[in-house]
């Protein structure tokens, strides 16, 4: 089959880009139009079930020190914590100065400073209102953790309180 050249002058063949450009902008319409937007993952709250009790086959040793248990058991509706429902073994807390000073009682007792106090530190147990503002769960953590002191020298020491910290179990609705 032999293709004639229809161009009656012989000149170039000039390419017609309206037509491309009309049908790139359609396609850009349907896709604009069909586009879906979905959820970011991860931004949402979930309440996760808590693990089973553990049910433990060994006796306590009866040498371990008995937890400490801190209880911030009541927030308000904005998830501040109430002051009257900070405790530690149900003596009540001023602040969270005064947590850390009475944890450092219990590891130091006399006040001295020594590895072997800090080596039977008690566990800590978190007892936290579940609407609770993770800003005073963290400076609870903080306050438990340790603090930062000045030697003798002037220069500041870490000074380590308890480093077993876990969370009560509140899923029985205790």
Request: proline share 7%.
């Amino acid at each position: 089959m032999k293709i004639r050249n229809q161009n009656p002058q012989g000149d170039k063949i000039e390419l017609q880009m309206t037509p491309m450009i009309d049908i790139v902008f359609q396609l850009l319409v349907f896709f604009i139009m069909t586009f879906r937007i979905a959820n970011m993952e991860g931004d949402f709250h979930i309440r996760m079930p808590s693990a089973a009790p553990r049910t433990s086959l060994v006796a306590p040793d009866p040498d371990t020190p008995l937890p400490i248990t801190i209880h911030m058991r009541d927030a308000d509706q904005d998830g501040n914590l109430d002051p009257g429902s900070f405790a530690m073994d149900q003596q009540g807390l001023a602040s969270m100065s005064d947590l850390t000073a009475r944890i450092f009682q219990r590891v130091y007792p006399g006040g001295q400073i020594s590895e072997s106090f800090q080596k039977d530190a008690p566990e800590v147990i978190l007892d936290c209102d579940s609407t609770l503002r993770y800003e005073f769960v963290m400076a609870a953590i903080t306050a438990v953790s340790g603090e930062k002191r000045k030697s003798p020298g002037g220069d500041e020491i870490v000074i380590r309180l308890a480093e077993k910290i876990r969370f009560k179990d509140n899923s029985a609705g205790s």
